[in-house]
């Protein structure tokens, strides 16, 4: 897959045929997969390239900074997801003042009519674009039909389930740690990723040496005790992952602290990325760390369990 991070500014490269789609498709849920695979699939049929069109960073980071949606996915897990659903191309718009000024219009002669030879653009229900989000399936079907490009709009719901395929249900079902919820959602486990930073080290004193991710750029799934598959140097290992403020040790900041179950290198500095299965239980301040370590034995094998691993 070839991916473009700066698509106005990098050449038109002779304005190929595609069969594309345009939006923010934070998460990569269900049905935004399906959409994306309605791309691919036409492109093949059509013998065009397949295109997505996506935005970084989040739109509503520059439309209304205060209430701005945690991102679910970062664009290189957009990356990975696309690249193994294959798409052709990917491009990225920053998403800036100048760009979030552009009419609905503008905005489809800029980034779409000056750059390709657009076949057929696939999209979801709530597409909106645009000035103000003026444009909508109406301005996209006129702006299309003197350039006899067809549009194809794709239903929200994939399948014949009842459940919510948006960003934001996935969202709410991550803050109260429904993971596995979540999960059905997405169509995989939700991932956090993150480059693994020095912590306090308690869990080292415990027995339960953890690996803590700093700066995490992704939403942290709400506090608890949770079953984990991490990949670490291309490796999936079993652990479970503690998120919350270490109440029995007064701490007053988030963490976020993996036990990698059977493994003890060191790899500060190194990218974990965090697969959550299952909650195992929620956060609770313990009488002191004897209780704690019973209680994290018990967390063990509950997580081993669940993730196929035997002591």
Known sequence: MLVTRDWLGAPADGKPGVVMTVGVF????????HLIGQVVARAKKRGALSLVITFEPHPMAVLSPGTAPEILTTFDQKV????????????????????????AVEFLDEAVGSRLSPLEIVIGPDFRFGRDAEGGLGTLRQWARGRRVAVTPVRRQVGGGQLDYSSSHVRSLLKIGLVD????VLGRPYRLSGEVVSGAARGRDLGFPTANLGD????VPGPGVYA?????????????????QNPTFGARYLTVETFLFDFSDDFYGERLDIDFVAHLRGMVRFEGPARLVEQLKAD????????????
Not at 300 to 311: K, P
């Open 181 to 184: 919820s979540a999960a059905l």
């Open 300 to 311: 063990e094998l509950a997580a081993r369990e669940i993730l196929g691993f035997e002591m």
């Open 216 to 219: 995490v750029a992704q939403l």
């Open 228 to 244: 984990v598959r991490a990949t670490l140097r291309g490796v999936s290992r079993p652990g479970m992952t503690s998120i919350g």
């Open 80 to 103: 990975e997801i696309l690249g193994s659903m294959g798409l052709d191309r990917l491009g990225c718009l920053e998403f800036d003042e100048k760009l979030r000024g552009l009419s």
């Open 26 to 33: 934070d998460g990569l849920h269900l049905g935004h997969r």
